[in-house]
Structures are given as C-alpha cells and as structure tokens.
C-alpha cells in the first residue's frame, strides 16, 4: 500500500510519539484509503449510469432543483423507483 505525504507524516508522527499507536494508525489509514477508493468506485459506476453525483448542499440546498425520490409517485399513486426515471436526461445523485 502506498500512503499519502499526509498519512506518511502522520505514521512518522505516530512513530516518533506513541509507538504502541502506530499499528492502529497504520490500519485506520489503510481503512481509510479503502473506504474512499470504494466511494470513488460507487461515484463512478453512478456517472457511468448517466447521473450527476450531487453533494448535500446541491441537493438539499436553498434553491435546490432536485427532488428525492422518495417524495415522488407515478399517476396510480406507486413511489417513483429509479427504473421510472431511467429516461429522464439530467439525473442526480446523493452518495451518503
């Protein structure tokens, strides 16, 4: 695993300071790394699905243009699932 100048520094911090901390530090940061590669994976799949990846503040924000998904139905009163918008040209979505 290759770590980042910021993590290097911080293992190098950990080292120097509270050895007995360094494995753990070592793993929350590989932890961490993994965890962004996979939201990296899941951003990208979604983009490669035609949708806009939106932050809370795109989506929830004063002004916003995007409704969840959840709030909407289709005429015969069933709750709109991401198959009834597969069509629609601008899509967005909010990775939690």
Known sequence: MTYSADARAHLVEVATTDLTQ???TAQSL???????????A?????IDNGFQ?????????EGSPWV???KL???DS?????????TVPVRGALLA
């Open 22 to 24: 360094f494995e753990h």
């Open 30 to 40: 590989r932890d961490n790394a993994a965890e962004k590669a996979r939201l990296a």
């Open 42 to 46: 899941v951003e990208q799949e979604h």
């Open 53 to 61: 990846v939106l932050t809370r503040g795109e989506a929830y924000g």
């Open 68 to 70: 969840v998904l959840r």
């Open 73 to 75: 139905h289709t005429a």
């Open 78 to 86: 069933a709750q709109v699932a991401v198959e009834h918008i597969a």
